[in-house]
């Protein structure tokens, strides 16, 4: 098997899918212009996507009741703490940050609560 894409059902859609691709590096691959407005967003690799939808009849990702360890994005950083300054001034909040010889990892809040996390790794995955 292979990894497609890994899906939310979230809130202020539109909002969310500019400040990503803003913020965040990530493209548009498909984007769908009427509800549930699902949209494929892809890293820099192409590889790795994210599903955005809205479909307020069902369950909404509600990530301000969860502890970022449930549930996170992770991006590679090659400078942590800068990308932490950049995106907690465009309305990202600082959660906690862990640095050790060759690690900083940077978990942070993006402007609607989603928990999203900067890994610097000595040694990248």
Known sequence: MVFEHFALNITD???R???FVTH???TVVVGQEKPPFMTFLADSTGRVMLEL???PEEPLSNFEERHPATFH???VSDDAEADKQRLVAEGATLVEEVKREGLHLVMLRDPWGMPLQLCKRAKKF
């Open 24 to 26: 965040l590096g990530l």
């Open 17 to 19: 899918v500019d400040w």
């Open 73 to 75: 994005v992770a991006f």
């Open 53 to 55: 939808y809205q479909k």
């Open 13 to 15: 859609i539109h909002k």
